[in-house]
C-alpha cells in the first residue's frame, strides 16, 4: 500500500471498478461519490490511482475469478501497487480469505457495509488489514452523501435489495442479505436530488424489484406500482424503468400501470430461468411456466407494445433433452425482445451445487449455443418490427460519427441519430430506418411523435 490519508492530500486519486449487475453500477457510483467528499478525484483508470476499488460479482464461478487476475494486474513496475479494496458480493462471500490469496489488498468490504470505505481506507494506512462484512440493521443508505445528479441523463436508484427466495442455484440471498425496501420518502427525495442534477430517466433496481412495498407520505401501504405513481408526478422527469422482477411479485397494481402511466416505459425483464415445470421446482423458483405465461398475457393486455426480456439458465442439475426443449418452447411462446441467458455455474453453498445429475460441459455450450441462436433471432425480428416506426429517444452519448449521437428507443434500443442542434440529454422525435441485431438506426422528424 502506498497512500497517505485523503485529507493530507487532496489531490490523490482513485478508480472504481464495477463488475456484474446494474445493483454493482448503482453502489460503483455512491463509492465514488463519497470518495469525491473525501477529497480524492477520479483517475482515468486502475493504472495510474492511489485508491482503487474493485466492486465484484459473485453470481458465476468465472466472474468471482476474475478479481484475482484484475488484482494481479494492478502490479506496477517497480513492484508496488495502489490501495486496493475489493468490495462487492465476493468480498462478502470470501471475506479474509481474498487478503490471504492476494496479499495485495488492503481493505475488503461488503455490499452492505460500504459506506464504511473511508474509515477502512484509513485503518489500511496505519498498515491493518481492514475487513468489514458486516450486514447492518441500520442502512448503508442513511449514511451516504446526498446525491447530485451526475453527466448522464440517465441514473439508476436502488429500491430495494436482497432477496428471500432462495432459488437454489443463487448466491444473492447469501451475500447481499434479507430483502429489505428502502423507505419512500428517502427515494422521493434522491429522485428530485437526480432529476435537480439533469437526469431525465431513473431505471429503479432491485434484485427483486417489484417486491418493493412502503408506506406514501399519507402513510398509505403501496407497492412498486404506488411509487412509479408518485414519482411520475416529479417534473422533468420523463422516464420511468424498473429491473429487476420476479414473476410472483407481478402485481394487479403493476402490471395495470404499464396502460396508465405514459411515463413508465414499456419494456419489462422478467426471467424465468428454464421452461420445464420439474426444473424450475427443483430450482425453487414458485412459479411454474404456466403462470409465467399468463402473466406475459396481461402485461400484453395493459399494454400491447410492451418488450419483454428475459434470463435464462441452461444445463441446471438433472436438466434432460425434453427439458432443455422445454425452454426452447417457452421462448417461442413468449417471443422476447431481448434476453440474457448463461450457462449454469455451480456456486459453493447453494442446495444446487451438491446435487446430482451435474451436466457436463459440452452439453451445456451446445445447448446455451442453440438456445442463444433462436433468442437471437426475436431480437433482429423485434428490432426489424420497429422500422418505419415514429418514436422517440433520449439522447444519451455520442456516436462514431461527427454529430451523431446514441439514445434508448422507449423499448431499450439504441438508436443511431444524426441531426444538428441536437445534443446529449435532449428528447428527440425521430422515425426508426434501418435495424440490426443490437442497434438500430433513426431520421430526424419535424413533426413531433404523439
Ligand atoms: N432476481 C432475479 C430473478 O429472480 O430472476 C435475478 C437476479 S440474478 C442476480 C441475475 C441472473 O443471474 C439470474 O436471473 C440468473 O439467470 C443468473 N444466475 C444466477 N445464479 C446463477 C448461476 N449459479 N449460474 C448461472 N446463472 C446464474
Ligand atoms: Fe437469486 Fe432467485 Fe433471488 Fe433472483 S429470486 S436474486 S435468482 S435467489
Not at 251 to 269: C, N, Q, V, Y
Amino acid at each position: 500500500m502506498t497512500s497517505d490519508s485523503p485529507a493530507k492530500n487532496p489531490a490523490k486519486t482513485f478508480h472504481v471498478k464495477s463488475f456484474g449487475c446494474q445493483m454493482n453500477v448503482y453502489d460503483g457510483e455512491r463509492m465514488a461519490e463519497m470518495l469525491g467528499t473525501q477529497g480524492y478525484v477520479p483517475a482515468a483508470d486502475g493504472a495510474h490511482a492511489d485508491l482503487v476499488v474493485l466492486n465484484t460479482c459473485h453470481i458465476r464461478e468465472k466472474a468471482a475469478e476474475k478479481v484475482y487476475s484484475d488484482i494481479g494486474r494492478l502490479k506496477r513496475e517497480d513492484g508496488s501497487t495502489p490501495t486496493i479494496a475489493v468490495a462487492g458480493c465476493v468480498a462478502q462471500a470470501e471475506g479474509a480469505e481474498i487478503a490471504r490469496r492476494a496479499p495485495s489488498v488492503d481493505v475488503v468490504v461488503g455490499p452492505q457495509a460500504y459506506h464504511r470505505l473511508p474509515d477502512l481506507i484509513a485503518r489500511a494506512e496505519r498498515g491493518e488489514k481492514a475487513i468489514d462484512l458486516d450486514m447492518p440493521l441500520e442502512s448503508k443508505f442513511g449514511a451516504l452523501p446526498k446525491r447530485a445528479g451526475g453527466q448522464r441523463p440517465t441514473a439508476f436508484l436502488t429500491v430495494q435489495e436482497g432477496c428471500d427466495k432462495f432459488c437454489t442455484y443463487c448466491v444473492v440471498p447469501y451475500t447481499r442479505g434479507a430483502e429489505i425496501s428502502r423507505p419512500f420518502g428517502d427515494l422521493i427525495a434522491e429522485a428530485r436530488a437526480l432529476v435537480a442534477g439533469g437526469v431525465r430517466e431513473i431505471t429503479l433496481l432491485g434484485q427483486n424489484v417489484n417486491a418493493w412495498d412502503g408506506e406514501d407520505g399519507k402513510g398509505r401501504a403501496i407497492g412498486l406500482d404506488g411509487l412509479i405513481r408518485e414519482l411520475a408526478r416529479e417534473d422533468g422527469l420523463e422516464r420511468i424503468r424498473y429491473t429487476t422482477s420476479h414473476p410472483n411479485d407481478m402485481t394487479d397494481g403493476l402490471i395495470a400501470a404499464h396502460g396508465e402511466i405514459d411515463k413508465l416505459m414499456p419494456f419489462l425483464h422478467l426471467p424465468v430461468q428454464a421452461g420445464s415445470d420439474r426444473i424450475l421446482a427443483a430450482m425453487n423458483r414458485s412459479h411454474s411456466v404456466d403462470s409465467y405465461l399468463r402473466v406475459i398475457e396481461r402485461v400484453r393486455a395493459a399494454r400491447p407494445d410492451i418488450a419483454i426480456s428475459g434470463d435464462f439458465i441452461v444445463g441446471f442439475p438433472g436438466e434432460s433433452e425434453a427439458d432443455f426443449e422445454a425452454t426452447l418452447d417457452i421462448v417461442r411462446a413468449t417471443n422476447y425482445a431481448m434476453a440474457y441467458s448463461f450457462k449454469y455455474s455451480r456456486r459453493p453453498g447453494t442446495p444446487a451445487a451438491t446435487m446430482d445429475e451435474q451436466i457436463d460441459e459440452a452439453v451445456m455450450n451446445d445447448r446455451l449455443q442453440r438456445l442463444q441462436a433462436l433468442l437471437n433471432q426475436q431480437q433482429q425480428a423485434f428490432n426489424e418490427a420497429t422500422v418505419g416506426r415514429a418514436t422517440r429517444l433520449l439522447l444519451e452519448r455520442k456516436g462514431k460519427h461527427d454529430g451523431q449521437l446514441i439514445g434508448k428507443s422507449p423499448w431499450l434500443q439504441s438508436v443511431h441519430v444524426t441531426a444538428p442542434g441536437l445534443a446529449i440529454g435532449d428528447m428527440t422525435d425521430v422515425r426508426i430506418t434501418s435495424a440490426g441485431p443490437n442497434s438500430l438506426g433513426a431520421e430526424p422528424l419535424m413533426e413531433a411523435v404523439a
